[in-house]
């Protein structure tokens, strides 16, 4: 019989009660409901449990040693201040500008501080939520027993970033976002698509390498304890998840139809975009009544701003290069994002 309390039994140890009652509590402002989207996606059975790929076997042993809990694992006991200035007020898009200034007059940059933050950060959460269900369907299709053991615990860890951000949101800064349309844009093609390389293309190199460049970067400029642990773990998951993408799409483009290479090489070029785009705060602005145009145009040509989205790609070029999806075609539309330069870069995964 097992020795682990029942969470809904009232002899359970109190700490059971506690986070099913903090999980319980929906942020104040924030998204709610719930948005169905078809998806027809082929399952297969692997009935060949020995493992073919030693690879991926290893990669999964080292998961499990790395598993770590969300609940326990964190210093939630942390004071932090929504308001405060965790991240130096120059990488803020609007700083220097007319519009700083008259926040600042007006004392509405500790403000603006907190829902900058928040709309960073509650996109994180959507973008976990969405490599939460993409990776389930990876569990679906991969053609081998690792790949399928290493997939699921890949949903656990998403599970987990998932839980982490929603909490650390919902608790510390009372406010969530609603996603971002570019990034649920990418989300809804890389989720509806049947075809399997698209699922870890998108994922585990777009998305996930966009995230190991945002989450270094912040991990850098944060002075805030509780994020800054938050990201450093989550960071050590994602890596990994970028390498499963690598190791499993590795040979995969190699003498595939020009046809259907000219897919895959639309869909980086796109993702590529619709990822660098989705940090430019437009839900922001209109939210705290700011001119929205205008503040685009001003984080468009925020020289902090151009160094933070170019920071997103150091992960991704060098491994579309590894895979062999940086053909003239892709070469030409990251010259055009003005990321090409990481192309000799460690892939890092």
Not at 175 to 183: E, H, N, Q, R
Not at 281 to 298: D, N, S, T
């Amino acid at each position: 019989m097992s020795n682990v309390p029942n969470p809904s039994d009232s002899r359970a140890p109190t700490a059971y009660a506690r986070i099913a009652q903090d999980s319980a509590k929906p942020a104040k402002e924030g998204p709610h409901g719930i948005e169905r989207i078809d998806v027809a996606f082929p399952m297969s059975y692997t009935w060949d449990y020995a493992t073919s790929r030693l690879d991926l076997r290893v990669l999964y042993e080292k998961s499990k040693d790395l598993m770590w809990n969300g609940s326990t694992d964190l210093p939630w006991d942390t004071n932090v201040d929504p308001e405060g200035p965790y991240f130096p007020d120059t990488m803020s898009p609007l700083y220097g500008t007319h519009i700083w200034a008259k926040l600042e007059r007006d004392k509405g940059i500790p403000n603006l501080r907190r829902h900058m933050a928040s709309y960073m950060i509650s996109n994180f959460l959507h973008g976990e939520q969405g490599a939460l269900l993409a990776t389930s369907q990876i569990v679906n299709c991969a053609p081998t027993s690792e790949a399928k053991f290493y997939a699921a615990a890949q949903v656990f860890d998403e599970a987990r970033h998932v839980e982490v951000y929603d909490r650390y949101l919902r608790e510390k800064y009372e406010l969530v976002y609603p996603i971002s349309p570019y990034l649920k844009q990418l989300l809804d093609t890389l989720l509806t698509d049947s075809r399997w390389d698209f699922k870890y293309l998108g994922m585990q190199i777009l998305v996930e390498g966009v995230a190991l460049g945002a989450f270094g970067f912040i991990h850098q400029m944060t002075n805030e304890p509780l994020i800054k642990q938050i990201t450093h773990m989550i960071m050590q998951d994602e890596s990994r998840h970028v390498a499963f993408g690598v190791l499993a799409l590795k040979d995969t483009y190699q003498d595939m139809p020009a046809n259907e290479l000219r897919d895959r090489e639309d869909f980086v070029i796109e993702g590529s975009r619709l990822l660098r785009d989705r940090f430019l705060g437009q839900e922001v602005y209109e939210r705290l009544g700011l001119p929205q145009k205008e503040c685009e145009e001003l984080s468009e040509r925020s020289e902090a701003m151009q160094f933070f989205r170019k920071l997103l790609f150091t992960k991704i070029v060098p491994n579309v290069k590894r895979l062999g999806l940086l053909t003239p075609y892709v070469r030409r539309g990251f010259e055009e994002l003005g990321v090409i330069e990481y192309e000799s870069w460690d892939p890092s995964a």
